[in-house]
């Protein structure tokens, strides 16, 4: 077996400038000086500039942003936080508003992904929870129930419109950059666990809680409720073992299940601006007819011009009592006998009829 050659750096400089495969010229532009700090260099690469642009506007934090080390008794101090590490999102703590409409200052995010948890006795006042859009998927399920009816003589089912049902199921992940993060974000997972179970009034009696879940634009404040949340970890994720006993011992990273049933706040009915999975446009007004908008392919209606409806004239039903003879189906006709019908002037007391009056046995008794 042939020894595989080792070769100093300046001679693999100059095997790969003299190969034949590939003259790479640029190689002898590398920066050979092994003792660069790169993670103090400004490198004014593509890839630093989408993390510098990440971090400045979706405050995403860098784990691997560099930090002056604090020396605690000769050890090094791990409880200094590193603020360029943090992500926003994931400290976030839970907020409470007291107006709905009032909500500001949310870090911003790729998708808008919270959930506004609502004040039973004021619903104007909510709890604020939000997470870092990590989704995994989301299903929208919408199912309409018919009554079916059948009757005699017809082969087919009737069906009469019973009931509308609508189910959001959406899963996504958390987790935790730093361990400043660790403590906030599981306070939200444990709110929205909460969820699924009850709260009792003064009376203590039980009542639910009802949320408005935002996923991007298609599901805008969304009011309903959630029958269930799961979580669910996996030995891919590690755990937090909390040697100095300062945060709590959990994953650093989960994956969450939910199923949420919308109540919406506005009559689901078949129209073609019924808000389902775009924003509510109606409470924007409306509008006029015939107001025209000028655009580069000539004026156009600003509303969309629809064709007139379809006009049907009721069908009613009327009664028709004309008998038919069907083909074969003719009624048997009988040959009576002459002689066995009742005569006119017959004798009297033989039981025919006498001046135009029924016989009964006897000349001139009535019938």
């Known amino acids: 077996m042939a020894l595989i050659n080792r070769y100093n750096e300046e001679e693999f400089r100059q095997k790969v400038r003299v190969s034949k495969h590939s003259p ?43 930090f002056t080390e604090v020396e605690k008794d000769g050890q090094v101090d791990y409880e200094v936080v590193n603020i360029g590490a943090i992500d926003n999102i994931n400290a976030y703590a839970i907020q409470q508003y007291k107006e709905f409409n009032s909500i500001q200052d949310v870090p911003t995010d790729f998708i808008k992904f919270r959930i506004s948890v609502v004040d039973t006795v004021d619903p104007s006042k909510i709890d604020l929870i939000v997470f870092r859009a990590y989704l995994d998927d989301l299903n929208d399920d919408y199912t ?26 959406f899963s996504f992940k958390i ?38 879940l935002t996923i ?21 994720y590690p755990w937090e073992i909390n ?46 007819a015939d107001e025209i908008v000028e655009t580069n392919i000539g004026p156009q209606p600003k509303t969309a011009v629809l064709p007139p409806p379809i006009q049907f004239d009721p069908i009613i039903a009327v009664q028709d009592n004309t008998r038919v003879n069907l083909p074969g189906l003719q009624p048997p006709v009988v040959a009576l006998d002459p002689s066995l019908l009742p005569q006119r002037g017959g004798t009297p007391g033989a039981g025919g009829f006498a001046g135009g009056d029924f016989g009964g046995g006897g000349a001139g008794s009535d019938f």
């Open 144 to 169: 309409g129930n018919y009554n079916s009816y059948k009757y005699n003589g017809r082969a087919e089912k009737f069906y009469t419109y019973n009931e509308f049902e609508r189910k959001i199921n």
């Open 216 to 236: 991007g634009d298609w599901c805008n404040d969304i009011p309903g409720f959630f029958t269930n949340v799961s979580l669910k970890w996996s030995s891919k």
């Open 24 to 66: 790479l010229e640029k190689y002898d532009a590398l920066n050979s000086d092994k003792d660069q700090d790169y993670r103090n260099s400004n490198l004014e690469t593509p890839f630093s500039k989408t993390e510098d642009t990440l971090n400045r506007k979706f405050g995403m934090g860098s784990v691997g942003s560099p």
């Open 175 to 212: 987790a935790a950059h730093t361990r400043q993060e660790l403590t906030p974000l599981y306070q939200k997972l444990n709110y929205l666990v909460a969820q699924t179970s009850p709260e009792y009034s003064q009376q203590r009696r039980i009542r639910p809680k009802f949320s408005r």
């Open 243 to 288: 040697l100095e006993d300062s945060i709590t011992q959990h994953p650093h990273a989960l994956d969450v299940s939910c199923a949420f049933i919308p109540i919406h706040n506005f009559v689901p009915e078949n129209k073609i601006t019924t808000p389902y999975i775009i924003p509510n446009v109606q409470t924007k007004p409306e509008p006029a």
